[in-house]
């Protein structure tokens, strides 16, 4: 998408022009957990810095976009936490800019389908925009002028959309990953798409207290289960292919994934106030501990890629939802409370300490952990700061609301009807699509910005471009197929994917990969954790940059390509080729993912450049 440079508010300017110049005085922020006044103030500053990357609200902006490289996802979950920041603060200034935001984006169906994006549209995208709108039912932000679609409403139209594209064909059910075939990631189904969703049917229960949707969490809990996303260990996990039955699980674990059913599980309790919802959901609050790291092991970390440098932009943002979620769930299972705030209190300090960054001295990044800001700078570092920030004054807030209990969203349950069952985006022609992608082909480049860790390397190919796969890899001086090698945790689980993402007609023939479940059972999820901190890394994400209006979404999860060349041909895979086949090449790979490792400088001191590479 286009975008025209535009002036930054006049109050940001100010802003922005005053810190520049006090910069070297800046101050780290000293937050007190226990004051609601510290925690207002100095969450009042961190909304601000977040939003002056949001141009949506002034003139010439699209309300709810940020802009590039932002994804459409991410602004939905920032307006979530505008919905938030008005929760706990009541500093009503930036409820026009989040209403304005959340209805700008509903689309034509109004169900969080808009025309801009259904092209790369996820379940989990949408996703994040229905828990932002449930959010407002819940904590009774203002309603929408009756006009207007309602909090509530839109929820129920998401959730309607989505229960409709179960899937019980492929995995035994499910909801894949992408929304439209020819998407990258219409083969993979994900944890975060379950997760939203089953958070979703939970919170609508509880608000409607309708049990449709209750059954439906616990049909998507039970597939989670049945499939080993969540594993014996409570582990939430990030997904698999439709090709292997998912059985070749990314063994990475993501805070937000962990977050979404967290949060689901402690509706359901609410909801149902059944035992078995209370031990899930202690049972999967105690496997988050893996996500808290430093000396007393209480700040919150992205584990699978912060040691390593390694997150990208949607992942630096993962931090902010759990936050979020660990303090929502005080409110439906007030028994968590003890359990969770020393975490909570803990990681915002922490947070909070080291925002002293970019020209106003008072950004946020990334790390919590290190005591020092480690000069990363976006919207993800600003929102989870912020809602970090905030939960410490849960307790003082009151508990969401419930249609019985002062909820006024007004809901439509059959909302969402018109996508029930569309398969195509709304807006451009399938016939249109396919000829601006050509077009677009001729100067695809493939950015691989970044690299791995424990060892899965995913490789995309576009499926827009009119080459076949085959030709595509060809420019990559590796095998036909390609692939990599892989390892994880330590000699335990090992994972070896060759993900092949591509033109329909060569879906599933090529994929060839291997589940990293084999001795999952027996390792623990310290231990997994510790192994894949201590792995090499190889992980890179890999980002289409695209010409024409349509951004190719690709991922929020890391993807992989090989850094070093030589590997990438080192685990060479046919098409077709099953598991016992690739099982035997582990040895071999992690071998030499290791000497890989060996012969790399250090991980986190070395930045890997961005890698171009000509999809030619
Ligand atoms: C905040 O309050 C909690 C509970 O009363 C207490 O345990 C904690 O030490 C306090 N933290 C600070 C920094 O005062
Ligand atoms: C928000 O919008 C309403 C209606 O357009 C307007 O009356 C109100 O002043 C606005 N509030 C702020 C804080 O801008
Ligand atoms: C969709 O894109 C067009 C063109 O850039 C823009 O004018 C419009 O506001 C966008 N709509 C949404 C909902 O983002
Ligand atoms: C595929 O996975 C589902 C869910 O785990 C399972 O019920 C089904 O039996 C599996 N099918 C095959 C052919 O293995
Ligand atoms: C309950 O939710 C289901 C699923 O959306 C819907 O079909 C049904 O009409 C709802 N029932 C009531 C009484 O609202
Ligand atoms: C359900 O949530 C309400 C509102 O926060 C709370 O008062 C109640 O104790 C919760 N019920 C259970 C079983 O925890
Ligand atoms: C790439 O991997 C090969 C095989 O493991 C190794 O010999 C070579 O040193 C590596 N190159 C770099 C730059 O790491």
Same mark, same amino acid.
């Given at each position: ?17 005053? &810190?520049?110049?006090?910069? +070297? ?88 389908? +808009? /025309? ?25 932000? +203002? ?91 409570? /582990?939430? &996990? ?24 967290? &949060? ?20 999967? &609050? ?58 909570? /209190? ?218 070093? /060349? ?51």
């Amino acid at each position: 998408m286009l975008r025209t440079p535009q002036w930054p508010g006049l109050g940001r300017l100010l802003t922005a022009t005053l &810190l520049l110049t006090g910069g +070297p005085l800046a101050v780290a922020y000293n937050l007190d957990p226990n004051s609601t006044e510290s925690v207002t103030a100095i969450a009042k500053q961190m909304a601000e810095d977040m939003l002056s990357f949001y141009h949506g609200d002034q003139p010439g902006g699209t309300p709810g976009l940020l802009p590039n490289p932002y994804y459409w996802w991410e602004a939905g979950a920032m307006m979530g936490s505008l919905v938030d920041y008005w929760y706990y603060t009541k500093d009503d200034s930036y409820n026009n800019l989040t209403t304005q935001g959340l209805l700008y984006q509903v689309g034509d169906t109004i169900d969080y389908m +808009p /025309r801009n994006q259904t092209l790369t549209e996820g379940n989990d995208d949408q996703g994040f925009w229905a828990l932002a709108v449930m959010s407002a039912a819940e904590s009774r932000f +203002p309603n929408p002028p009756a006009d207007k679609p309602q909090w509530l409403a839109l929820a129920q139209a998401v959730f309607n959309t989505q229960a409709a594209r179960w899937d019980p064909e492929h995995c035994g059910g499910g909801l894949r990953w992408q929304i439209f075939k020819w998407n990258n990631g219409f083969d993979y189904k994900n944890s975060i798409s379950q997760g939203c969703f089953f958070a979703l049917g939970a919170r609508l229960a509880l608000y409607t207290g309708n049990n449709s949707y209750a059954d439906w969490a616990e049909k998507t809990w039970d597939w989670m289960v049945g499939v080993d996303f969540i594993d014996e260990n409570w /582990r939430v &996990l990030d997904g698999a292919h439709i090709g292997h039955n998912c059985t070749d699980i990314t063994p990475y674990q993501f805070t937000y994934n962990a977050g979404t059913f967290i &949060l689901g599980a402690a509706a359901m309790y609410n909801h149902t106030k059944d035992q078995r919802w209370k031990d899930r959901l202690d049972k999967l &609050l105690d496997a988050t501990k893996v996500f808290f790291t430093g000396p007393d092991k209480n700040i919150m970390t992205e584990v699978a890629c912060e040691p390593v440098d390694r997150c990208n932009l949607d992942q630096q943002s993962f931090k902010a939802y759990l936050s979020r979620w660990l303090a929502a769930i005080t409110k439906w299972a007030p028994h968590t409370y003890d359990y969770v705030m020393p975490y909570l /209190r803990a990681s915002a300090v922490a947070a909070a300490k080291q925002c002293v960054g970019g020209q106003n001295g008072r950004m946020c990044g990334l790390k919590w952990n290190q005591d020092k800001y480690d000069a990363s700078t976006g919207v993800g570092q600003q929102m989870a700061a912020m809602e970090v920030t905030l939960s410490c004054i849960v307790k003082d807030r009151a508990a969401p609301a419930t249609q019985n209990t002062g909820g006024t969203s007004k809901g439509s349950p059959g909302a969402g009807g018109d996508d029930i069952g569309r398969d195509q985006p709304n807006g451009p022609s399938y016939k249109d699509i396919t000829a601006g992608d050509k077009a677009g082909a001729a100067i695809l480049t493939l950015l691989v910005t970044c690299s791995m860790i424990a060892g899965i390397v995913w490789i995309f190919i576009d499926e827009a471009s009119d080459k076949t796969p085959m030709q595509q890899f060809s420019g990559f001086h590796s095998s036909a197929t390609a692939s990599i090698a892989a390892f994880a945790a330590g000699g335990g689980a090992a994972a070896v994917l060759l993900l092949k993402k591509g033109a329909q007609e060569f879906n599933e023939k090529t994929a060839a990969a291997v589940s990293p479940v084999s001795e999952r059972s027996s390792r623990s999820s310290a231990d997994n954790n510790r192994a894949i901190e201590e792995a090499p890394f190889t992980i890179c994400h890999v980002r289409n940059q695209n010409v024409g209006n349509h951004e190719q979404r690709l991922s929020n999860m890391p993807l992989g390509w090989p850094h070093n /060349r030589s590997l990438r041909g080192s685990t060479v895979m046919e098409p077709g080729q099953g598991w016992a086949r690739s099982t035997r090449d582990l040895d071999g790979a992690r071998q030499s993912d290791n000497e890989a490792g060996h012969s790399m400088p250090s991980a986190s001191s070395k930045s890997m450049p961005g890698r171009r590479e000509s999809a030619e």
